[in-house]
Each structure stands twice: as structure tokens, then as C-alpha cells.
């Protein structure tokens, strides 16, 4: 749930998705989901030579599964931010699974 938080903050930013295709995308998110598959509207293809065909493509949908990277501007970026929420989503975790073993027991 942490990146897909982190992502809706990031909905209207200038964003590069890499596939696993070796395809990069920029373009401005739209939209992402719990499944983080991405949205992106005006967007343009970093190698053109490469993928020519994709010149008139304007808006697209990425699946999830196919992203091998997302590049974001370090300036829409609150590092601070996501250190703390990457924290205090490791502490829970940790405190999920250590009363696991409890519960199971009894």
C-alpha cells in the first residue's frame, strides 16, 4: 500500500515508466490503482527511432506487471515523507508478524 499511496500523490507529475521491454514512456499520470497499473495522457516515446510505431499513440494504459521502473522529477519527491511512511509501514509489519506465532498458538 505504500507505493500506491505514494503514487495517487504523484497523479498530474511528469513521469518516465521503463517496461521490462526495455519500451520508456513519458507522459503525465493520470491515474494509478492498487495494482499499480498506470494511466499516463500526452505522452511520447523516449527512443522514437526505436519504436516508431508508437508516434501517434497520445494516452496509455501500463499494466503493473510489465514496469520495470517509474522515473520521477526529485522535486515532486517528499523524501522525508516517504521515509517516515516506509518506517512506520516496516514497524507494523514487524508487530504483525511477531503476534502471528501467538495467535496461531492459541
Not at 35 to 51: P, T
Not at 67 to 77: A, E, G, W
Amino acid at each position: 500500500m505504500l507505493f500506491y499511496s505514494f503514487f495517487k500523490t504523484q497523479v498530474g507529475q511528469q513521469v518516465t515508466v521503463e517496461l521490462k521491454n526495455d519500451l520508456a514512456i513519458q507522459g503525465t499520470l493520470e491515474s494509478v490503482d492498487q495494482f499499480l497499473n498506470f494511466k499516463l495522457k500526452d505522452i511520447r516515446v523516449v527512443d522514437e527511432a526505436r519504436y516508431p510505431h508508437m508516434l501517434s499513440v497520445k494516452n496509455c494504459f501500463i499494466r503493473g506487471s510489465v514496469v520495470r521502473y517509474v522515473q520521477l522529477s526529485p522535486p515532486t519527491v517528499d523524501t522525508a515523507l516517504l521515509q517516515d511512511a516506509a518506517r512506520r509501514e516496516a514497524q507494523s509489519t514487524q508487530q504483525m508478524q511477531q503476534g502471528k506465532p501467538a495467535a496461531a498458538a492459541a
